[in-house]
């Protein structure tokens, strides 16, 4: 996956279409990221000592990597994400504007 924590990215299917976030959390394996306030889902929460009140609660969950594309951080255009080696280094770099990312 060419995607890590950090990157601004834009959702381009799905409920929440349009909308843009940082990613938070990736899980490699699984092919999914964790974007707050992104593919919110209501949890319903028994009392507890943490919550006295109980409820629900809204926690977002992981989406799909392939739902999400890369916002570069510095011609601020969505792109795809490339690689390009240079001596002993692997930079990520944008395929708009061809610089590291």
Do not use: W
């Amino acid at each position: 996956m060419k995607l890590k924590k950090g990157d601004k990215v834009k959702i381009i299917t799905g409920k929440d279409k349009g909308k843009e976030g940082v990613v938070e959390r990736v899980y490699i394996k699984a092919n999914t990221l964790v974007i707050p306030g992104i593919n919110l889902y209501k949890k319903h929460i028994a009392k507890s000592e943490k919550m006295p009140q109980g409820g629900v609660v809204e926690i977002p969950r992981p989406l799909d990597a392939s739902k999400v594309i890369f916002i570069c951080s510095k011609c601020g255009k969505q792109a795809r994400l490339g690689y390009e080696i240079s001596g002993n280094k692997k930079y990520r770099i944008c395929k708009k504007c061809d610089s590291h990312v």
